[in-house]
């Protein structure tokens, strides 16, 4: 054997170069198993002289059978004018790029076929050597690639449409409430009769419940429009609930309640903004059907993470309500008085959840007050005001109310 590093010194000894060697051996053996199509084809009258037993596969038909039939014959009557034509420029001696037409089998079925050929000179004959190779396959794949990017690339149009829709109902509505809400300020500057300023707080309270229900209908819409796409990171869980606890100092003031916050040392992985909607919207509702007592924003290590809870001295929720309430539009015994709301809260709590796969509990029965809870993955735990300390005993913060189980 003459390997290729030692080829110049094997050629000086007169070894012949292998690949010499083996077409001049094993000819007929390479053709009949090479897995390309190959016939040779008299110009003359344009019969086929030879094909290997790939091609005569490809065209369902016996290597006999073949030296009988037009070539033409092998090819979807659309292409025939084609490939008569190519044929001929070929036996012209024009140059002729391959190219792909759609063959056709004994029973009618097709396939991809691109051509290929050159002509040569056999035994005085002139004879055109055509290769053919099937790119059903690989056509196949390539479709169904283009199909996808272009599915993908209408998705990612529609995403951006409806993330500019986003920003612009949330810039566009947004910014009239603002504008409410400083005007309001503006004008109880400027009243002093009692029934004037009531007149006043009950614009504000309509502002703040038209922002939570934009609030809202941006976190539906972005849920069901696949525009959430959360983005995890580790980060202090006590920064959050400190946000928190400071957003809903005052209304908890306002409603009489005691908000308490557990200062925590621990890190999350999670998403904050999104963490922060879900969290918002528990507080919101422990604050809202909450008549006395206390909520309270408890974070824990346990076995599978952090649980951040949240926890009120409020009515209740009855355990046949417990798996309805996260449903859409639907509300509970706790809001039969009146209370606004539009049962979106915890659906959006549960939807936004499972985006950030962690899993939401509720544990509450009438009259022993609720707790909705989250599970996150843990983080490192990091030191709060530069000295690392332990979490705050929860014990030591527990609202005057029954755990319930
Ligand atoms: N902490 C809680 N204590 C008692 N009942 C609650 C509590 N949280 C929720 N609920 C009950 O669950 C129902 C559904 O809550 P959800 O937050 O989904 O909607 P909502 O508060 O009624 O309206 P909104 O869409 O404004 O949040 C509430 O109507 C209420 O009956
Ligand atoms: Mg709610």
Known sequence: MCDEQGAAEVETDGCPPASADLLAQHAPALLHEAQVGLFVLDVVDQRILYANPYFAELVGRSPEELLTIPVLDMVEPEYRDLVAERLRERIAGKPVAPYTVIGRRKDGTNFDAHIAGRRLEVDGRLTLVVTITDLSDYNRVLRQTQRIQAQKEAAEAAA??????????????????????????????NLVHPAALLLCDRIDQAGTSMTALLDSLLDVYRLDSGALHPS???????????????????????????LRVTHTAKTVVSDPAILRRILANLVNNALRYTQ?????????????????EVRDSGPGIARDEHQRIFDEFTRGAASADGTPGTGLGLNIVSRMASALQAPVTLRSEPGRGSVFAITLPRGQDVATHGTAQPAEPVTATLPQFSETG
């Open 160 to 189: 951006e449409a409806k993330s500019r829709f986003l920003a612009a109902v949330n810039h566009d509505l947004r910014q009239p409430l603002h504008a409410i809400e400083l005007i309001s300020t503006a004008l109880r500057r």
């Open 232 to 258: 995890l990171r580790t980060f202090p869980a006590g920064d959050l609930l400190r946000d928190l606890g400071s957003e809903f100092g005052p209304v908890a003031r306002e409603r009489g309640l005691r």
């Open 292 to 308: 006395q007592g206390s909520v309270q924003i408890v974070c824990r290590r346990d076995a599978s993470g952090v649980r951040i």
